[in-house]
Every structure is written in C-alpha cells, then in structure tokens.
C-alpha cells in the first residue's frame, strides 16, 4: 500500500508514422477527434480516475503537446514533462521517466482513447497485494494487429505477442493501461533486446518467470492506426455536441463540433459526424459530410467533403469535389479495403478550383493541386500535380 | 515595475503574499520585501529575488509585499519596501513617484529617515496624523492629499486587521475572497485565490478588512464595479517550456485565432470591430496619430503603413514620451491611438492625455481589460492575446498588429480608401496569418541551427523596406533586449548612409525580403553587406528564392502581413541566441514588463 495517488506516466513522444501525412508537423496523440486531441481524451480520463500527477513522456514535435497542455493547471493537473529524444521503443521511453518515479505508477499511451473506469480498475489492483505488474485487456475484431495476451487457467498472463501472424484463438489484446512498480525500471534495462527496447518484451520475460495480473475491460477502447480510423474516430465521439446554424440558409447537423472564430457563408450544409477547427472558414454552399476540418482551413464556395480529413491551413478551390465511401486503401506494401474514407490532405496543402479527388486520395503537406485535376491515389509531400 | 500584494483573512498571511511576489515578479524588479502585521508589525525585506527573503514564522493573517524597481535610490535592502515610520507600527509599500517628497521630508525634522526613498514621507506623514480615535482609512486620506506625483499605495497597522490603499496614477485592484480579501498591483497578484475583482479608480482609498470592502472617493463612500476576471491562474504559468517567451511565441497561431474570432464579416467585406465612433467623425479624420513605446511603437509603424494604404488617411507614428499635439492640425479631425499592451505604460498615458486636453478623440488598443488607458479613452480595442508574461513582448506584437490591421481595412471601408474586394482579399490574408505562423513555427530547427552558427557574432544588422521597416526594428529589439548582443535594425536603403561602416564579416545582416517590404530593392542592400563580408540571413516569400543568400526562412503567402510572419523567425532567432548564451531570457537585466514611471 502507499497514500498518496499514484503518478501517470503517459507516453506521447512517438511519431505516428502510420498517419502520415498528418503527423508530419504533429504528434500522433496531438490529432485532434471532435475537437480535442487524443491525448487530451487521454488525460482527462487520467484526471477523472482521481489522478492529478502526470510525467508526460514527449519527443517528436513536442512543442505542439507542450503548448497545448502548459503545466496542466487548466485542468486542475500537475503535469510534468520528460524528453525521449530518439524513439528506440515503448520500453526506452518508459525509462526516462525513471527520475520523476519513486512510488508504484501508472502508464498508459497517450494515442489511445480509455475510459476512466480503466484507469481506475487498474489504480485498484496496483494498490492491492500485488508486486507484479497490473496489465489491461480488451477485446477487438483483428486482435492480429495489436499485442495479443496468453492467459493461464487463473487469467494470468503468460506472455504478450506482437501483431503474430499465426491463427491465434483469443481476441483478446492489450489495452495499453498498465500498473507497475519501480522495480520495473531495473527490468526493462535488464531485458535482452536486438532493437528497439519495447515495453512487451520486458513484460513477456517477466511473465515467463511469474505470470502477472490482468484486469480485462469492456468500455470504450478508441485506437487510431490508419488514416481513417481518425473519421470513424471522430463520428464516434462528436455525437454528444451540437452547434446553432450560423443564419437562417445554414444548415448544421445535431452531431457537429464547431470551435469558435469559424466562418460560415450562406447555404453551407455540415452534414453528422463532422468537426471544425478554430479559424475556419466555409464558403457558400459548401457541404461536408463525416469529416474532421483542421484549424485555418479555407474552403471556397460548393465544394463537397465527405469522409475526409482536411488538414491544418488547407485551401481548397471552390467547386471542388471529394467524394466518399468505400474504397481500397495502400499503406507501406498492404493493401487494405471496404475502407469508407474520401480525402486526407495534409497540412497546408493548396487544392485548386474544380478539382476532383477520388476516394481514398492522400494528399502530402504543402502539396499543390492546379484546378480542374482529377486525381487519386497517393500525392506526394510538396507534389504539384498539373492539369494534363 | 514594481508590484503589491496584500492580504486580510484567516490564513497565514505569510505563505500567501509570498506567492503574490513570485506571481508578481515577471514584471521585473530588483529588490522585494514583506509585513506580516498582527499585534507587532514583522518586516523582511532585501535586494535580489523574491526567493532571497526570510519570512519571518509569524501567525499573523494580515500581510502586505512589494517587489521594487529601483528609482529614487539604489536596490539595497535599506531602500526596499515596506517602509515604516519611527515607531516600527505602521507599515507602507508603494508603486509611482512622490514629487514632493523634499519639501514633505523637511516638514517631519523630527522624524528619522533611514532610507532614500521617496515612499518613506507616506508611513511617517501617517505617524503624525493617525491618533487613537482617527481611523486608519481618514489617516490615509488625509496623507494623499498632501501628495503630488503618481502613486498606489498599500498601508497596515499594528493590530489593526485591516489594510488600506489608495490610488492615483498607478493601478490598483481588490479581490473579493470567502472569509478574506485581496489587493495587488494588478490581478495576476492573488489570481489562484479569487477572480472576483474591483479596479480602484484615480483619487480612490479602499479599506479592506476579512469581510468588507469599502471605497471611498474624497468625503463620499462609493460602489465601484465588481468584475470576473476571464484569465485563468494557470494561463500565467510557466506551463510545459523553460522560459515563458518560447511558450508565448508558440502561442501565437492560438492568440491570433482569438484575436480574430469574429471580426472578420466576408460578405460585408469589412472588419466588425464594435467601435462607436460615428461615421461622419471616421470621414472626417485627417490625422490618425499613434503614440506608443518600445515594441508597441514598432507595431504602430506597422499598422500607419496599412491605414495609409487602405484607409485612405495621414498618420504619424510618435514615440510616446516625445509626443506633443503639435502645431497646423485641426483635434476636431484627429484620432489620437494610444497602443499599450500593459494599458498602464506610464508614458504612453501621459501622452493620450494631452492629446485629449487637446480636443481630439481617443482610442487605445490593449491587451488588459479594465486597465487605466481604457478609462481614460473613448474607444478600445481589444488585442486578445491571453497575459503575456515574458518581459520580451512576443505574441502581443503580432496580435497588436493584426487588429490593427482589421481596423484599417474597417478604416479604409468607412472612408472608402479601398474598394469590397481589396478589402476582402486583405481580410483573407489576414485570416491565414495564424496557419502561415504556425508553418514558420514548424521550421524551428532551421531557426536554431542558425541561431548556433551565429551566436557569436560581433553585432547583428537588421534592414528591410516598407512593411519590413518595422520587423527589422523590432527584431533588433527582440535580440538586444535578451541575448544582450548589440543589433540595430534601419531602413535597408539607410545601409550605405553610415552603417555600412560597422559591416565586416564578423556581423551577420537579416534581411526582411518578403511581400510587402520591397524584397528586390532590399535584397540589393544585404548583397552590399556581403560584399563587405557579411553573412546574410533572410525572410523570404515562399515563391520566391534569393540564392546568394547564406540562410533563408520560407514566408508562406498572405500578402501584407508576410512581414509579421516574418517576425516570428526572428523571435525565435532572438531566443535561441540568448538561450545559447544562457540569458534569462524571461527577466532580462534592468527591463521590467510595463513600465509605469515616465
């Protein structure tokens, strides 16, 4: 047992690189899900569960979580910061915090949404008996992508397998919610590794010598690994706010965010599931569908945004159309389909007048579009697709 | 410049006022002192930090502080606040200058002075008139009307469990708490306790116990406006960044977000400002004067060259203390600006009230409500920039740009100096500012590489033209007021009329080479420089490219504010030396944030 509340070490130093382009010039727990970043889910949830101390573990494009969240005390918080500054594993980050620890702990990733429930049952089980460290699972539908757990016959884990490519029997995986000791920090720096020092290897050599607590969790568990998991994301989570229409020729759907400073012309429809940035600005008659807007986007008169993800200071044309639903996607050498998903345009990008994107496009930062193309596929950072 | 705090309640006085000199401390001091006042009066006060002080273990619940910046006499432990009279009773801090003091001292002969202060008249004056059935806040009447000069002033008295304060000229504020009460210099002071708030006004004298709050003007009891301050304690915290500067110039696509927010009407293709002026008074303007000082002066020169573009109107940008309203100019078609972000700068104050005396209308545009330029003017604008709080002005310079610019298209409108269209066009440059700001910000790395490669240098010269007038000027600033280096920014085409003469290859030039400041003509200027060995450092469009140059930042299009896009380059070029130099940057030596003495 100790008194006090346990400090939350939450890692948010990684890049994303599955989420390119959006996390060139951002952090993957900085994407924002109906108005908000990830992370910032995250430490509410933390906040929420009773817990005020938080080491933020920061890295990549760390100015942008540092802004954001200041020293915590607009939430009441106390937050801390430590610096990874190359990102060689869950396991190396972890150990940077090593300074600021001195009692049991709590980590948890700061790209992943979590229910304060979670961080509560963890917080319970860590106070307990138990030396060991405290892992969550949950169940999901491709539990091949995540790190699946072997239970012994008392729900203990036996071990943590990384994304296996075998058939495996169970769906369940990590949750990413862990309770730990100090001891942990001796761990990891002993685990053998060739690589990357990952967090799962230590844990899978400790349960090889006594098998370590689970608690299993059936509440929300929001995880954002490709590009359109951050529409369906956002959906999922925009539905409990509402925003008046601008003027009588607007309309506005009951589940839209709307930061403010957005500007809105007469005729504009946003459709469910959508959000908008800070500093906005919606021409007339435009229409966007199940879509996240990032802040400064300008968007000219009848354009259409379905399904897409308009990144940060993009301009698109008027009469441009990007059009939604279903459609094959490629990341890296995989191919993934029955992807709903438009557009993703990153970051400054310059789409033209007319222009025409098929669904699944990923448009690069700063990349530029001359009026009237009719494109798709994957554009390039800085491209500049011409007219043919 | 100097800071107050003071606290009556239930709770040790001691740990409260304490925090209240560390909350007040971004305005810059150089000594600190408190009173913890129960039925003996306990004082610790020295030069150097807040952090230097011993508190005194004392049970008292009534307290009072001050940070001081030095201006009668020198920062020694003797001169700073709090000051007491001969019997070590009654105890007094105060902000401004008594003019008089000579001529107050040489009346209490029979008074021991121990300090060079003027303040130390105020607790001995209070000696002579406070007997034991006159009450403290008569007492400290009848003391500022013997006072000529500017002054806030915060008195308690051994076991009195009240405090006292007056105001004339320098701000004051009282905070409304549960079971206790607060002053301060201004609300930053005791904003983790309450944002419940009353600004005292000129000729005020407040009586502040646990419970009450009175004020008193002249004979008359008066009810002043109790107001909710919006800022929150923690937006004046040092939060997440080594120096709050760095922390303030990324804030700045945030800030300028907020300082836009609904002020910009695309269909009436105006700015929404709520001003009040009428429309035949904006007609008939023929001299927008604007007075200012230090990085406020230089966002000014900026703004003067957007009215006379768009609004069609003559302007004259005047370093506040210099100002006068001059002669040939009629006041009935003059719009005098005060532009302040503190609100209290002593000397732009002192400016706007002469051109009021003169008849011409009056607008300020600040960053903080409440303060005196807001009372003493007709119209404000809001820059909205959240507190500032780095003594170097970083976010407020791009904010007080912005609305100013926004009042210049709302200007030009109203006059009819620029057609719907150009003023849309504008208006949509100006809405990009915050997304081209935040692209300038991602390349930071570039800033700090160049930062590393030049920190060295002899001295640094910063030019542009037009626009970039002003951005080189207050990128000189920036650099001189933190990393100490010696920089001075001019007119690119001043270069050969004297300060060509100090280039040699140890004095880089950075050059504004942007839209909006004659990129070609001024490019001309830095290629003399490097003839002469200097390096070259630039600020380019993004469509355009200089290859002689030896460093160049990207300045994405937005039209006339690239120029201010192009400051946030030279923010960062400004910290980084300084970081790598180890200055502190947020407190640089003899700066203080606002400055409230002439």
Known sequence: MHDSEPTAVILAAGEGQRLRPLTNRRPKPMLPVAGKPILEYVIEAVAEAGISDIVLVVGYRQERIRTHFGDGTHWGLDIGYVEQRRQLGTGHALLQATEKIADPFLMLNGDRIVDASLIDMVNQALTGETQTPVISMTAVETPREYGVIQLDDADRATGIEEKPERRIDTSLINAGVYGFQPAIFEAIRDTSTSGELELTATLSEMALESPLETIEYTGEWLDVSHLWDLVEANASLVDERAHDDFDTTTHIAADVCIDPGVQCGPGAVIEGGTSVGANVSIGSNVTIANSVILPDAVIQSGSVIEDSVIGSNVSIGANTTIEGGETTVTVGESLHSEIELGAVIGDNAEIGAGVTLESGTVVGTTAVIDAGVGTGGRIGDDAYIRRA | MCGIIGYVGEHSAGSIVTQGLSNLDYRGYDSAGVALVDSEVVIDKRSGEVSNLEVPDSDATTGIGHTRWSTHGPPTDINAHPHTDCTGEIAVVHNGIIENYDVLKSKLSSHTFESDTDTEVIPHLLEAELKSDTSLREAVQAVVAQLEGSYAICVSVKSRDEIVVARDGSPLVVGYGDGENFVGSDVTAFLEHTQTVTYLEDGDVARVDDGDIEVWNGNQKVERDVERVEWEAEAAEKGGYEHFMRKEIHEQPTALRQTLSGRIDISAATADLDLEFEEAFLESIEEIQFVACGTSYYAALYAAELLERFGDVRTSVTIASEYRFGGGRDPYCTLTVAVTQSGETADTLRAIRR???????????????????????????????????????????????????????????????????????????????????????????????????????????????????????????????????????????????????????????????????????????????????ADALGCVSSDTRFRTLDVSFSVPDVGVAEPLVANVYLQLFAYHVANLQDRPIDKPRNLAKSVTVE
């Open chain 2, 355 to 533: 051109a009021e005396a003169a008849g011409a209308r009056t607008m300020a545009v600040t960053n903080t409500l409440g303060s005196t330029v807001t009372r003493e003017v007709d119209e404000t604008l809001f820059i909205r920039a959240g507190p500032e709080i780095g003594v170097a002005a970083t976010k407020t310079f791009a904010s007080q740009v912005t609305t100013l610019a926004l009042f210049s298209v709302f200007l030009g409108r109203a006059r009819g100096g620029i057609s719907a269209a150009k003023a849309r066009d504008v208006l949509e440059d100006l809405q990009r500012v915050p997304g081209a700001i935040q692209q300038a910000l991602d390349r930071e790395r570039e800033v700090i590489d160049a930062a590393e490669k030049y920190e060295d240098s002899r001295s640094f010269f910063f030019v542009g033209r037009s626009l970039g007038v002003p951005v080189a000027l207050e990128g000189a600033l920036k650099l001189k007021e933190i990393s100490y280096a010696h920089a001075e920014g001019f007119a690119a085409g001043e270069l050969k009329h004297g300060p060509l003469a100090l280039v040699t290859p140890e004095t880089p030039v950075l050059g504004v080479l942007t839209e909006g400041a004659n990129p070609a003509e001024t490019m001309n200027n830095v290629t003399e420089a490097q003839t002469r060995g």
